[in-house]
Nanobody
Framework: QVQLVESGGGLVQAGGSLRLSCTVS????????MGWFRQGPGNEREFVAS????????DYADSVKGRFTISQSDAKNTVYLQMNSLRSEDPAVYYC???????????????WGQGTQVSVSA
């Protein structure tokens, strides 16, 4: 069973930065693409960013382009989300995800992490 464990959430002032990490217990065909989604109160879970196994396909939601950067370790067992210039619309529970293909649809995700809270103060 693949397990995803996130860390790095917290409270930051608007304009500040946070880095989220997600460690995956094993890479399989169902973890070809690793990524991040987020879900704010009363909102549906939405795509944030993803990176494929080789790192040559990286996708971002329009709302985070230019501010967030997704990357992975050389061993490909940890995925990072560097979040800069955080805004009032960014607070949410951020979930690490693993899927068999590169997709922005939550329905395509095979595994989810437990989620980590990101809060932004004015």
């Amino acid at each position: 069973q693949v397990q995803l464990v996130e860390s790095g959430g917290g409270l930051v002032q608007a304009g500040g930065s946070l880095r989220l990490s997600c460690t995956v217990s094993q890479r399989t065909a169902h973890t070809y693409s690793m990524g991040w989604f987020r879900q704010g109160p009363g909102n549906e879970r939405e795509f944030v960013a993803s990176i494929n196994w080789s790192g040559d396909r990286i996708d971002y939601a329009d709302s985070v382009k230019g501010r967030f950067t997704i990357s992975q370790s050389d061993a490909k067992n940890t995925v990072y989300l560097q979040m800069n210039s955080l805004r009032s619309e960014d607070p949410a529970v951020y979930y690490c995800s693993a899927a068999a293909l590169s997709s922005q649809a939550p329905s395509q995700v095979a595994y989810w992490g437990q989620g980590t809270q990101v809060s932004v103060s004015a």
